[in-house]
């Protein structure tokens, strides 16, 4: 699922992907909005809001919405050059630095509300952290996928989805109608993931508060296992049939 790069990928390893940190992209995605008023796994929304405080003079609430994109620009910069300094050595570790990074930043903010200091927290600092994480995944998604995934956004799935499907009509050959349904299958699963997260973090945030993120950095680590368990019993198989 994050190993494989370049021809050895395949449609499923793309889907499994998806499936996974769509479904976290809308946990977070939710919690940010229940917790901090704040969405967290895009930005283009916070250019609507910058431009509009600007025209008000609110000067220091623009530089907020500002800083909102610069952290999630900051993430995805951390998460490529990480992968890229990694992969100089390892090219099969060379997500690990991103997910543990996000990681980290989950677990780190869904553990805060379970401190004294968190009544004194500002929410800004907690949607910077989360803008921070979802700009490392969906750089890590982008980057392993060659730009076949983004996880933290729907925007752009709407439109390739549109596209796609008007093109149904016109896409006759079997090779074609292939490849086509495979990519409006995978985009279907990632807008359902999401939505997903979004419905059961909402929901499990009616209990947990900020401490839903917890639930996101777990399915972090099954995704980290999963592909860790996957690949030893490949390596496993292939010893006992070396042929």
């Known amino acids: ?7 050895s990928r395949t449609s499923k390893h793309n889907l499994r992907l ?11 995605n939710v919690t940010g909005v229940l917790a901090v008023k704040t969405l967290t796994t895009n930005v283009t929304g916070h250019f609507a809001f910058f431009a509009e405080e600007i025209t008000k003079h609110e000067y220091q609430a623009a530089i ?38 996000e990681f980290l930043i989950l677990f780190s903010l869904g553990t805060l509300s379970m401190l004294p200091v968190y009544n004194h927290v500002d929410g800004k600092w907690i949607a910077f952290g989360l803008l921070f994480a979802m700009g490392i995944q969906n750089a890590l998604v982008t980057k392993i996928s060659q730009s076949t995934v983004r996880t933290t956004h729907l925007t752009g799935l709407f439109t390739d989805l549109g596209i796609e499907l008007s093109q149904l009509f016109f896409y006759k050959k079997p090779e074609e109608r292939k490849t086509l349904k495979t990519s409006i299958y995978l985009r279907l699963s990632i807008i359902s993931f999401f939505f997903l997260g979004c419905f059961i973090g909402g929901f499990i945030y009616g209990y947990l508060a900020l401490k839903t993120l917890l639930i996101a950095a777990i399915f972090l680590l099954v995704a ?3 592909d860790y368990i996957r690949l030893h019993l490949i390596a496993i198989k292939r010893k006992k049939n070396p042929f």
């Open 224 to 226: 980290l296992y999963y």
């Open 1 to 7: 699922m994050f190993r494989h790069q370049g021809k």
């Open 18 to 28: 998806a499936v996974l940190l769509s479904f976290v992209a809308g946990i977070v």
């Open 64 to 101: 907020v919405f500002l800083i909102y994109t610069l952290f999630f620009l900051a993430g995805a910069f951390t998460s490529n050059f990480l992968a890229e300094l990694v992969s100089t050595k390892k090219q099969e570790l060379s997500h690990l630095p991103a997910i543990a990074i």
